[in-house]
């Protein structure tokens, strides 16, 4: 005889999901006592819950199956939800567990009552359902979890009375199986293959579950024998990079920029992607970066058999045979003197062990990131995929869970660390391999670039003092021992990858704080470079232009 | 010429909104940039929505007015969900800007794109609205400030994007009266005086803005006179206390003590309350703790003018010139020896100042508290009124921030803490006079009592270790060292002493980490004596009988 709570950690584990990112409250010991009913089962603890749902999400990536969330109440979705943001932007499979007062309780409104569904809406738009019986639990369960599985991926948010949970007569449901995805119809490739043949420049803009190497290959394919430009979104959820694989340039995160690698693409072919739009809107500026003489086309939808249609495409032209052009390896020098963001990426890419699991949330300070790492030992990139900072070092926990046998390499900002520092404690707690790189320039240095971006005028003292992070500057490393995690400190390139030696070397989790303080006219002369080095596909003019623009 | 962003700013402060608790991003550049265009408002940032949120909601607390929160679109409404969710259950006004993505730009579904209003219909059910154009912005501005000042006080939430931000045009909108209170009327006060007038065992439970020094003197008249019980709620927003005010009981967390406290009660008279319920459900167990024989009153409800209830009531029962009695000054002495929960609160009693904010958020570990400070110099409380944890050390950065010449002293739970950590950084930069102490028992005590009564069989190693901060044990001391706060770890009463002393006497902000490791078992050896001596409303044989229920 099985209560609700363990009849659904079995219908879990039965469908795979095997791993519980949780912060419980009271209404949720029920699924806590359950865990140890399932040995299949496994719990890791977080002290926020955000720290749980941007876990599930890294576990996901990396797994390419869901975890589960425990969270409690309405105020405990509330903080998961930036990253369950991030998960639904990513197309990301999570299934959330929050549990709520029991039926007959909640009409009495006590302290922790509150509209759990109008929260979870935001995250979880295509399934959020209370359980209502103990019966019928495990039917929403599975239910909730090919929701999640199914293309796209998505949150899948169940709401657990604590009376469904503790009620007897719980039984397990089987797994559903998700739908199978079609590829393309044949009307579609021969729309997109004819539009390849005009010879017009075509760019194929790859994202979501497509950059991963067997649709990368079969894209390169179609590169080689046609010409056609290879893009990858701005902020993909899991890219395969590195020596040996097609490289991929990423669309800028700066709309002119991105603007400039659109220029002159007459066909738009989309990959499990969405057209380009610009991540914030600007005065006077346009938010859709796509040229006004491209057409968009759509190869493949998020719902859709990705590789099936881009492999149908290369039959269709003739590609299918065509040697893909692969990255060769070569990893950069070893940087010297004092730190700056840049030398930070340099040293990153002269010792990213192969097999690296890199989750990049630096946002200034790793502009140098990419172009670093290209050649660099094959490696898995993780990135921000919904703008909600706070991502990365959950993410981090997540993906050190589910590859517990690979190096975790997460860059962070210093603005972004703060959200959900304690993903330090649970990396301490599960011994996890993540070697994290705090970048502590003591400010929300995006900001200062985004507030000249926005056009605001006469900025004040009091403005000012909303992007800087100083008066104390953080102490990164007294963090990471406060929460049990080996920290230091460096400044200068020698001691940075002494301590970047040691952490790969060392297992357990390392933190590592990178001291690169900067101005925005510093940041301003570092940007331009960034871009001539790491866009190969700009002509010249366009740089020239650029420069122009946007000199210091 | 104002734009939008520089009108809203004058509307704020014209309507007594001057503290801003910040956490923006792009989307919020023009609302950073009017900072300085208006000299009276203050911008504090956090590192941390939940910061930003908890310290609007400790601020209204103790300055009684509004302050505005600045949140970055849905995830950041998101991170600040808990304590907007705390300050709903407390009644407590907090207006909310939370800023969008310009309007011609959501269509494209951007990477932060998301229904924001979903999310907030969570804490502002009462008034969520976007902003739809620059001209009629500060008229919603109005509105909204005066939906969160009308009774009872809410949290109003006021979408802005970003092109109404920075559009011109903007006209600043004059504060709006909310609707002035209106007293029981007197049919309502005759009901009720009848029923004292019976003689039956009655009591007041009060809450809300009832905790405060003119009405707990008009309800200690009642009592004197009419030998009616008081009781407060469980968690007050906010409770005058101590030396020269009439001593009020709080009902207690646990079901079973509160319901010992309403035994024989014939008639509850609710101000500005809510009829008693338990926190959570439990199997087999009610939930509605009044006695089924108790009729219950409504003296005053939330939207209603209390004290003169309370004066209405008192005229009817001949009650006006009764001499209320009123707690004498009287301090524990000075603990001695390694520490206990009970010995901090103990000291805290010692060594408490006149006219400090008290936060607490201590969870188990404080439940002495009440009885160490009964007698103490009159000071402020202010608990966690939703429930949603790490609400303390954000209250006590806006109790600090509205009263800077006060003492704020937060006693918090190490799993509480972690939460909103970030508030430490926030407190060294403004240089906020709050001590900090953290119990740090390495667990999520409550939830090990909880997981007995809720009645979880067959705990086991899994379910366990969901509860146990331990393995890495957390260091609070240096978690504030490295946000730039004071800290220190001790475990003897003498040198908690010392530290308290030192804190107390250097401005600034400190914290003081208390070792106080404790067992289930200890714990409950520790819970019977604590409610023999804090509610001395208990008959003696009912102590007796709870002896035997709740012996360990």
Redesign the interface.
Known sequence: MMNGAQALMKTLVDAGVEVCF?N????E??F??A???EPK?R?V?A??E?VATGAADGYARMADKPAATLLHL???L?????NL??A??GKVPVVNIVGD??T??VK?????Q???E??A???S?GFVRTATSTATLCKDAAEAIAAARSLPNQVATLILP??VS?GEGGTPSAPLAPPKPAPADDATIEAIAAAIRTGKKAALLMGGRSLREPSMLAAARLAQHCGVVLLAET?PTRMERGAGLPPIERLAYLAELATVQLTDVEHLILVDA?AP?????Y?GKQ??LVPDTCTVHTLAAPHQDILASLEKLNNALGASRAKPRLQTGQSPGRPKGKLTAEKVCKAVGHVMPENTILVDESITSGLMLSAMTAGAPRHDLITL????I?QGLPNAVGAAVACPHRPVLALIGD?SA??T??AL?TM??ERLNVTTIIFNNASYS??NI??E???????????K?????R?????????A????VHGVRVDTAEDLLKALDYALATSGPHLIEVMVPESLSGMKRRILPWMLRSLPSLPLPVTRALKKKLAP
């Open positions: 949780s419980p409250g009271t209404s010991m029920h806590v006592a865990l140890d009913s089962m719990a603890l002290l926020f955000g309405g105020p405990g509330g903080n998961g939800l930036a943001h991030n639904r932007k007062h029991a007959n309780h009495y409104d006590a302290q922790l509150s509209d759990i109008t929260v809406r935001n995250v738009p604590a009376d503790w902020f969405k739009v610009s991540f914030f809107a005065p938010s859709y995929t919904g703008g909600a706070g603005g703060m959200y520092n304690q404690w301490a707690r995006v900001l985004e507030l971006r926005v056009g605001a005028e006469k900025i004040g003292a009091k403005a003092s909303q992007l800087d992070l008066g104390p500057v953080l102490n990164f490393a007294q963090l021992q406060g929460m049990g």
